[in-house]
């Protein structure tokens, strides 16, 4: 047993612990308490919420995920969890090409721009102080409001984008108040690296980064995740279902009294008190309605719930890249993409978007997708989550080229 089992495991226990004083369900629709008085019906509850960081704002604990094109006319599910208390949208810039914004901006109006808190995101890739500052006004334009409650610096692999002149250019879009908050998402190998410096340099008012039931026991990660905390950034989790292919999930055969697997995937998260909220791509009512459900549930996992989670991490981490591309990329001699590639195949098998999948992988050059003659052994053998990297990347040609 390594070190990150035994992590894992202490976690488990003491958030199973700290629940173990929670009886039945309370609150449903229905229900009734030892002195028959009827109860509050459970439709009439919203999504708990959580401060974000230092900033003094209440987030709900569930945020919309926004990276699709909406109905510009009215949308049911926006407008559904609205009611429920989503009332927090995560956009970006480069969401479906900009259709994200211009879907969203009808429902912003429908509800009023001021009971929705709206974060975007400019691209990170080959970004200056410049292009990130056009970028929040071209959010703003496409959004059709005045100011942003947060702006991230969008997918960040670079620890420079944490230097003086960025955290200046933050303070600079607050100041200028076409943004309330200043942060950045990460999901690539190197969270850890840009959490502490994070934490080091101030100017950060929250993190959007890669969490879920497998990190769980990852020392380091944990350790950045303190140092967040007492430097009082706010934490949102994203990519919570460690999505693998279906096939594989099944081989758990999940079973809970009180929830579905991608359930206690979203509860395994907020039973870490440190995380403030969790993103979720909802794409339907039903998505949506579940979601909720849990959110909005007082029932916490249980041993057993912990226990298949921690199976299914161990079963399934060899289907599950984490982006790490210091770990495999040095050790190809070919200009392969695989973190990239392996990300595109995730969205095939396991978020249900086959075209953006396709449409991704191919804008890729052709020698980023080369995997002829490249001979993959020794990034295997360095892929800390034990992905068959050849098997997988043959796979994303056969399914995406």
């Known amino acids: ?62 945020l919309f995920g926004c990276s699709q ?29 900009g259709q994200s914004h211009k879907t969203l901006a009808p429902f912003v109006k429908q509800v009023k721009r001021e009971n929705i808190w709206i974060t975007s995101k400019g691209p990170s890739s080959r970004a200056t102080v410049e292009s990130y500052t056009k970028n929040l006004d071209t959010c703003l334009e496409q959004l059709e409001v005045d100011y942003l409650d947060l702006y991230f610096m969008h997918f960040v692999k670079d620890p420079k984008f ?49 969490y879920s039931f497998g990190q769980y026991g990852d020392k380091e990660l944990n350790k950045a995740i303190d140092a967040c905390k007492e ?21 758990i055969k999940f079973k809970s009294k009180d929830f579905t697997l991608g359930q206690a995937k979203l509860k395994a998260v907020w039973a870490d008190e440190r995380i403030d909220s969790a993103v979720s791509h909802m794409d339907s009512i039903e998505l949506l309605d579940e979601n909720v459900a849990a959110a909005k549930s007082p029932i916490k996992l249980g041993m057993d719930d912990f226990h298949q989670l921690n199976q299914l991490a161990a ?48 804008e ?25 990297i050849a098997g997988r990347l043959k796979l994303a040609q056969d399914l995406l080229a």
């Open 162 to 210: 944490l230097d003086k002149e960025y955290i200046e250019m933050g303070e600079r879009m607050k100041k200028s108040k076409k943004t309330k908050f200043f942060g950045f998402s990460c999901h690539d190998g190197n969270v850890v690296e840009l959490m502490h410096k994070a934490a080091k340099v101030g100017g950060i008012d929250a993190i959007m980064f890669r």
């Open 69 to 97: 094109v909406f109905d510009s006319k009215y949308d049911k599910m926006l407008h559904r969890g609205f009611k429920e208390g989503v009332d927090y949208l995560d956009t970006a810039l480069v969401y479906e090409r």
């Open 231 to 251: 430097a009082n950034i706010g934490l949102i989790a994203m990519k919570t279902q460690k999505s693998v292919p279906a096939e594989q999930e099944e081989v």
């Open 364 to 388: 890729l050059p052709a020698a980023e997708r080369e995997i002829d003659g490249v001979d993959f052994e020794r990034a295997t053998r360095a892929c800390p989550e034990g992905v068959d």
């Open 315 to 362: 079963r399934t981490s060899g289907f599950s890249c984490m982006g790490c591309t210091q770990h495999c990329e040095p050790k190809v001699a070919a200009n392969t993409r695989i973190a990239d590639s392996l990300r595109y195949l995730m969205y095939y098998e396991c978020y249900d978007e086959p075209e953006r999948a396709k449409r991704l992988f191919r």
């Open 1 to 62: 047993m390594d070190n990150k089992d035994v992590g894992r495991r202490d976690f488990l226990k003491k958030s199973v612990l700290a629940g173990a004083s929670l009886g039945s369900i309370g609150g449903l629709a229905g229900a009734q308490d030892s002195d028959d008085k009827p109860v509050e019906p459970e439709k009439e509850a919203k999504v708990p919420r959580r401060e974000l960081g230092a900033t003094g704002e209440e987030i709900p604990i569930l």
